[in-house]
């Protein structure tokens, strides 16, 4: 029998304080950011990439931890952006927290019964079916003109104030504003989700992942603990879209499509699966090189495509699995 | 006297194949139970279909009184009712330590703090550490099950079912690919087990088998043949033909 219970080995280390410290000084570099750098572009396409860093994160909670493919992660992003912003256009131009609210609470509805499906399978029927669901949801966005401004997208959406106990911040209109918003939320997100997946519930979507037939052998009720799995993306793809929405101003089909599904599961490859930092880290090399490609040709995807190949040929676990190579060379 | 766990014609049908034919077996809640046959005897079905695996074809399945026929196998676990596998299945990229400590974890609860850390559950981790010590598995908890001997992997697998706390433990070839050593360890162990809970075993090695059994239920062609302690089976008739062919 142990005696001494604090130092159970066998357990991962929880997070030194080298990590805390780690993670507060990019948060607050970020922080500082716009104040000492008044390039507004690129302050701009860093709050893009926090954006699709959270939606890819999320995704990685899917794949790297539960151990589901989901190829239309984005329907979800889109599903809480429209309906942020359609809550914003048609009840209340100027109730932020609100519409944030009733936008994630809504993705979280739809995720619901489409994960009640969804849990009933596993591997490639899996995979299949969040296509399934992805395409007819990319699809009536895309039709339902009357509600969503179909091909155009949605228009108009206003830029509410940030109000913190009646005290106002900012404005979501504001590149400096929103991008500080994204920073805060992404933060939090990201904080949460790693506190939550280094639990006991952690532990259980990870055995899941590692060996489903067996989990359910040591008594867990697989397809209950997907659906949580599922859940927590999805809610964390809707606050994403909430976010997406607010910085935008707009949002049309495109976003919801099966390419832009594949973008971000090639964010989660390229950043590496199953750490969550990596998909943040994903996005960015992602968005970048797609601005970076944009400037220079419209074709953007082909160079893009060939970018993605040559990364995932030399890097196959991502930029996670370089740190680690790097890790291992340095120590021989 | 309501039987512990007992099947009613049991069936199991795969295409034109009869695997499970019939079986009416008593289980008692304590012992050693072998159950023992020749390749496809259908050892692996029957234990498959009472443990939840697939569905029976036909007939029934009763644990302490109550139906449990075709439930879900988590409800299964749950009511104590645990098994290795014949081919290795362990949670792979996972430590050792780990792999034991869920199934502990599944069984104690706590699945659902998400917000706390795993180390907070400490029961859950103090057994982990007793069922490892138990095994002889302490010296190799943090490494990753992928990582582990063959034989080691196999003493992995009954150290994940014992984490269930079973009332009945179904252990299929728990010892096929150990050494000799881990096999004396492990058949004592699973001896010594069977003094507080019911063991239903599946083994190949007959000197085993013979040695540690309370009763040997024995399987040809999906129903069985025989049943009785181990002297009786050591000369059944029947049971000889089966295994060496009508000449023996
Ligand atoms: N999933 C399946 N699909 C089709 N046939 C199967 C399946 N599982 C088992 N069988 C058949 O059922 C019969 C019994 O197989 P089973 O695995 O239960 O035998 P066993 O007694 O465990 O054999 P062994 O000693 O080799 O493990 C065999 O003829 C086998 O081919
Ligand atoms: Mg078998």
Redesign the pocket.
Known sequence: MMSDITSIPGDRPSAAPIKIFGFAAIFLALAILPFVWDNRFYISLITQIMIYGLLAMSLDVLLGYTGLLSFMHNAYLGIGAYMVGLFLIHVSPTSLWLACLVGVIFTGAVALPVGWVQVRTGGLAFALLTLAFGMMFHTIVWKWYSVTGGDDGLMGVPSPDIQLFRWTVGNTGDPTHIYLLTLVVVAICFVLTRRIIRSPFGAVLEAIRENEERAAFVGINVRRYKLYGWMLACILAGIAGALFILYKGYIGPTTMSAFAGAGVLMMVLLGGMGSLWGPLIGAGIFIYIQDYITTMTEHWEIYLGLVVILLVLFMPTGFVGMGSYLKRMRRN | MEAFLCTDDLCRQ??G?T?TDCVCIDIEESGLRSII??????????INIITGR?PASSGKVFFQGSDITNKPTHELVRMGICRTF?ITSIFQNLTVFENVRIARQAHKGGSLKIFSTKRSLKNVSVDTWDILERLGLQDQAHQEAKNLAYGDQRVLEVAIAMAGSPQILFLD?PTAGMSPGETNHISRLIRGLAEEISIVL?E?DMDLVMSISDRITV?HY?SIIAEGLPEEIKTHQMVREAYLGKDA
Do not use: D, R, S, W
Request: charged share 10%; aromatic share 10%.
């Open positions: 795969f295409g194949v695997a046959g020749p390749n496809g005897a259908g050892k692996t079905t029957f697939i014949q070839e599946v190949h399987l999906g």
